[in-house]
């Protein structure tokens, strides 16, 4: 039987905290290549892997269909991204059903960016305004899943109820370079504020570059009064193209010393390096100013990531200690 040293087993302990990031395949050959993907990733043994769900709820079945590997064939906690812009209450709440039925118990809360052009009020919004909407929701869907009055189901015993899945996580996501759509940064803070609020109990960054948008970000957060874990969202960019369609995406502005690093260098084999050497120094940095892990985006890829955590020169909490942190808001 193989027995780990005592160095090696302080060498996990310390190991920062991580998770992952992934999106539905596009096609069969791509959810071969995912299957594989996972299971790499899950030899880091990471919280959980989020799996990203398609504004307007156009990737429901694909989504399921990788929290359900997730499920099945890793130890791993598959966490379902939500989005409910375009949804009426009835769809949310029957989205939110599904996927608890399916065994999912943890939970990214979003409204989701509506069609352009269409403003308040549209049908194309739907009824939810807000993703604490939609954390409120999750929470409620959950209840009226125990009917706690035996004759609501006559012969439902208590040890049953008990068995059911249940949100375990309900994560928002925050801004830490603001929102595009936000005017002031206070704005951005009370939006986060008001997620907790609504029962959310850990929060998911965007993307950032640089480690004082975060950590100043989580001060004026805790000054506001939100006490809920604040995981920095991080993405080892490999390619230019890919870090110009994430200033796209994101309306966070590159850093142009990594634009300009990766537009000249010519190999594959070298903007890898480029983009994992930011990451691991960007991650270093926000772990080091008291970060309680890493949310790692991974494009569907795991050598960057891996290479990321590898290079990580900072050790951090373990996972009990997070784990104890999370609790029930509501
Ligand atoms: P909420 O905070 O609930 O906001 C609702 C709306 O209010 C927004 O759409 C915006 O119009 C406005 N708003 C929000 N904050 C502000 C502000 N500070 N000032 C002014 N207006 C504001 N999108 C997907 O479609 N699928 C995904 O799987 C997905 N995953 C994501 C994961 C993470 C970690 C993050 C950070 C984003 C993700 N997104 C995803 C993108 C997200 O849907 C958009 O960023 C969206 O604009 C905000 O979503 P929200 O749920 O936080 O919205």
Request: charged residues 25%; hydrophobic residues 40%; aromatic residues 6%.
């Amino acid at each position: 039987m193989p027995v780990s040293s005592p160095s090696a087993a302080a060498d996990a302990a310390c190991r920062p905290r991580v998770s992952f990031e992934l999106f539905p395949p596009r096609n069969d050959a791509a959810a071969l290549a995912l299957g594989r993907t996972i299971d790499r990733l899950a030899e880091a043994d990471p919280d959980f892997i989020s799996v990203t769900f398609g504004a307007g709820g156009t990737s429901r079945g694909p989504s399921l269909t990788v929290l359900r590997y997730i499920l099945d064939h890793t130890d791993v906690e598959p966490m379902a991204h939500l989005t409910c812009v375009g949804s009426s209450h009835a769809d949310a709440n029957r989205l939110v059903r599904e996927f608890l039925d399916a065994g999912i118990t943890s939970f990214l809360a979003l409204r989701g960016d509506p069609p352009k052009g269409a403003v308040d009020g549209d049908d194309a919004i739907g009824d939810l305004a807000s993703s604490a909407e939609l954390v409120q929701l999750i929470h409620r869907v959950q209840e009226e899943r125990e009917p706690f009055g035996q004759s609501r189901i006559p012969g439902t015993r208590a040890s049953e109820i008990r068995d059911r899945p249940r949100p375990e996580r309900v994560a928002v996501a925050a801004f830490p370079t603001g929102h595009p759509r936000s005017r002031f940064p206070s704005q951005d803070i009370d939006a986060l504020l008001a997620k907790e609020v609504a029962g959310a109990n850990l929060a998911i960054t965007q993307l950032f570059w640089y480690a004082d948008d975060y950590l100043g970000f989580v001060d004026r957060a805790r000054a506001a009064g939100v006490t809920m874990d604040i995981l920095p969202g991080i993405m080892p960019v490999t390619t230019p193209a890919r870090l110009r369609r994430l200033a796209e995406l994101t309306g966070v502005p590159a850093p142009s010393d990594l634009a300009i690093a990766l537009q000249v260098e010519p190999s594959e084999a070298g903007q890898l390096e480029i983009g994992v050497d930011y990451a691991a120094r960007l991650g270093s940095e926000v772990l080091a100013g008291g970060a309680p892990g890493l949310h790692l985006y991974t494009f569907n890829r795991h050598e960057a990531v891996l290479s990321t955590i590898d290079r990580l020169t900072v050790s951090t909490p373990t996972r009990s200690s997070l784990s104890e942190r999370i609790e029930y808001t509501i």
